[in-house]
Each structure stands twice: as structure tokens, then as C-alpha cells.
């Protein structure tokens, strides 16, 4: 047998370079914290690491998430404050006009003060987030609302996503009904078009078209948009809740297990009358029947909300200012705007009750916020505790491997010179 120079530094090349595997490995362990590179290594501490990696990642994303949604909620809590604070300041102006001097001139200064604050109201209601509209429910993309220079007239403008046409996207228009109405200055529904700028009215009990609809046709269908608008919602799983779709214990109810989720999406309808979708859902879904349906009990919250108490009184101010054949005298208007002020009473109680639902869920979001952080904290200790390498035996470990390969190196460069059995053949 013949013992060569180049046999020994193949066995030698082959030994060092284990040696340099497990020096890259060591410094592989420290940079990356990792005990084990592979399943292999410790199958049962890998598959509980990757269960402990799922559930940080989810904690993650819903911690992520929760930084846009509370931005949305503040700018809806934000929006519902101003009203407020719109609605408490016309009712003091109402209330100084009321008990102070009527003239003529002093009234059209109210009157234009009032439908100013109409105005604010429009666009507080179509206040934006980002790139959508923060009351537009499940429309992002449509402002929802426009009001006539005079205020006379609300239009709303809204895309029914889950419509049975697909994408029906509808511009509604609510004007008031004038002095001479029973009762006065109250919104009606008197025009319903599609995206094309085409009249629609449809049946609300089957969805068929009525070729040439009544007044009171286009008010019904309206109202069953309305209904359906308000009845949006947007559940979003952040951290607690069922989102399964159903739960044996309702069967037979309308409710779902969703529903323990945070609703994050506030119509502009819904704030404006106060009554949120669960409401709505109940309402319209209950059995029996209520006395009041959905329908009506939104028509007459709406007739009590911000905008169209203060539509009321600037409209009440224009018709005794006008002197036309609607003319109200000024113990009529008298009457009017006592009436206003005590409904501006009872609405700002109800616009205060939506401020405060807001800031509850902004509360909630922070306190789930919160909880995902520690939760986030304490998988990453659990992790280390079952696939982290301990940082100081990783480092004694590399040090070592790097002294191996450094006299692995230098053994190698004295080990031996050529011999004459190198170059026989």
C-alpha cells in the first residue's frame, strides 16, 4: 500500500471542511437565534416553533390592521363631534332668535347662519380617510351626500355592492316638503335614478320594475334603500369574536356568530338618525312584525336628526321672510321654532349616544391593541424558550470552531512536503 501526499490532503481537505461547516453553522446560530437549522434536527421543537411562528404572524396582521381601523373609527368619533357641537350652537341661535328681537333683518342673518351649518353638517358626513369616504358604509368610493344651495334638497348617492343586479349604485333625492305640508318641512323621497341618470322604481316585496310609478311608489322604494344602506355592516376580526358564519344556538334567528365582531363601519344615515345596523337588522327581521317598520321608524328619525331640524328652522325663517302664498306669520313661527328647539334638545342626547358608541370601540380597539402587543411579547419568549439558542453557549460554541479551523489551517500548511512516491506512477 502507497501513502501519497495527495491521498492525505484529500482526507485532510475533507476533515477541514467539516470543520467549517460547523463554524458556519455556529455563526448561522447566533445571527439568526435559531437552535436548529432544519425539522430533522428536532422534529417535535420545530413543529411547536412553527404552531408558536402561525399564531405570532396572525397576532401581527391584526396588529397591523387595528392602526387603520382606529384611524377610521377617530375621523367617524371626530365627525360625530362636530355635528354635535354644529347642532348645540344653531339651537342657541334658534333659542336667541326666539326670545329675542324678530326683525326682519336680524332673521335673515339667522337664516343664512343656519343653512351655513347645514353645509358643515354635508361635509362632516362626507368626510374622507385615506381614499374613501368614512360614512359611506360598504360604498368607499361614492361622497354620499350633496345638499342644494338653498337646502331645500338632500341627495344621496350610494353603490349597493351585494344588489341583485350586481353593482346598483342609486342617487336618491329627499326634498322637504314645503309649509302647507301635514306635517311642514319633513323629507320626502321624490326621485330614485341609477348610474345612467335613469328614473327607477321597483317593487321592494319582489324586485319588479314599475314602468310609471305614484308619489308614494318612489317613497317605498326608497325607504327599502334606505333599509338596506343602513343595514351595512363591516365585522372585522382584530383579535376576539367568532368568525365562523353561523352557531347552532340561533338557528331559526337572524343573528349570526359574526356578530361578535367589531362592527367598524357607521352609515352616514346612521349616525344622522341614531340608530345603528344591529337595529335595523331587528327591526326589519323580527316576528312578529313591529307596529312601526323599519321604514317608517328611519323616515321619522330622520325628520328629528341634525340636519333637518336645522333645515326646519331655516326653512320656517324663509317662509315668513318670503312673502309669497306660503307665508307664515310670526306667532307661527314663534310656534315653529319652540317645537325646533325642543327636538334639538332630545337629538343631541341621541348624536351624543352615537359620539360615545364611537369612542367605545376606539376604547376597544386601543385594549385589543394593547393585548396583541403582549401577546406578540410573550410568543416571542416562548419561542426562544423552545427553538432559541442560548446566545452565550452559541458564542463559546463558534469561538471554539473558529480556533479548530484556524489549527486545522495551519496543521494543514506544515503537514507534509512532496515526496519521490508523488511523482511515480
Do not use: C, W
Not at 166 to 194: H, R
Amino acid at each position: 500500500m502507497r501513502v501519497t501526499n495527495s491521498a492525505t490532503y484529500r482526507n485532510f481537505t475533507s476533515s477541514v471542511n467539516d470543520v467549517h461547516a460547523q463554524l458556519n453553522r455556529s455563526m448561522n446560530k447566533i445571527s439568526s437565534g435559531k437552535q436548529y437549522e432544519n425539522a430533522a434536527e428536532s422534529p417535535l421543537s420545530y413543529y411547536r416553533g412553527k404552531r408558536i411562528d402561525d399564531q405570532y404572524q396572525d397576532a401581527l396582521s391584526k396588529s397591523n390592521l387595528l392602526t387603520d381601523i382606529k384611524n377610521r373609527i377617530y375621523q367617524q368619533e371626530l365627525g360625530a363631534r362636530d355635528i354635535q357641537k354644529i347642532l348645540a350652537d344653531a339651537k342657541n341661535k334658534v333659542q336667541e332668535a326666539r326670545t329675542g328681537t324678530t326683525s326682519d333683518e336680524a332673521l335673515k342673518t339667522l337664516q343664512a347662519d343656519l343653512l351655513q351649518k347645514e353645509h358643515q353638517i354635508i361635509d362632516d358626513l362626507n368626510g374622507q380617510y385615506e381614499n374613501f369616504y368614512i360614512y359611506g358604509g360598504n360604498d368607499l368610493s361614492s361622497t354620499p351626500f350633496t345638499l342644494s344651495q338653498d337646502g331645500s334638497t338632500l341627495t344621496y348617492t350610494h353603490k349597493y355592492a351585494s344588489h341583485p343586479d350586481d353593482s346598483l349604485s342609486i342617487e336618491m333625492k329627499l326634498t322637504y316638503q314645503n309649509a302647507e305640508a301635514d306635517p311642514p318641512y319633513q323629507f320626502e323621497i321624490t326621485s330614485v335614478k341609477d348610474s345612467k341618470g335613469n328614473e327607477i322604481t321597483k317593487d321592494p316585496t319582489d324586485g319588479s320594475t314599475i314602468a310609471s310609478p305614484t308619489k308614494d311608489q318612489i317613497s317605498a322604494y326608497g325607504k327599502s334603500l334606505l333599509v338596506e344602506a343602513m343595514s351595512e355592516q363591516g365585522r372585522v376580526d382584530i383579535g376576539y369574536g367568532d368568525i365562523s358564519s353561523k352557531n347552532p344556538q340561533y338557528k331559526g334567528n337572524h343573528l349570526d356568530v359574526r356578530d361578535t365582531l367589531l362592527d367598524t363601519y357607521t352609515g352616514g344615515f346612521n349616525l344622522l338618525t341614531g340608530i345603528n345596523s344591529d337595529e335595523i337588522i331587528a327591526r326589519k327581521n323580527a316576528t312578529p312584525p313591529p307596529a312601526q317598520s323599519a321604514e317608517d321608524y328611519i323616515m321619522e328619525r330622520l325628520n328629528k336628526s341634525p340636519l333637518a331640524l336645522i333645515g326646519q328652522a331655516s326653512l320656517a325663517i324663509d317662509n315668513n321672510l318670503s312673502g309669497d302664498a306660503a307665508t307664515i306669520n310670526k306667532d307661527e313661527l314663534h310656534d315653529i321654532l319652540g317645537q325646533t328647539i325642543e327636538d334639538m334638545t332630545v337629538t343631541e342626547h341621541t348624536v351624543s349616544t352615537v359620539y360615545s358608541d364611537l369612542g367605545n370601540k376606539y376604547k376597544l380597539l386601543e385594549d385589543t391593541d394593547a393585548k396583541l402587543k403582549i401577546l406578540q411579547d410573550s410568543l416571542t419568549e416562548q419561542y426562544k424558550d423552545i427553538l432559541g439558542a442560548d446566545p452565550y453557549a452559541s458564542v463559546l460554541e463558534m469561538y471554539n470552531n473558529n480556533y479548530a479551523y484556524n489549527a486545522a489551517l495551519r496543521v494543514g500548511s506544515q503537514l507534509m512536503s512532496s515526496s519521490l512516491f508523488d511523482f511515480m506512477r
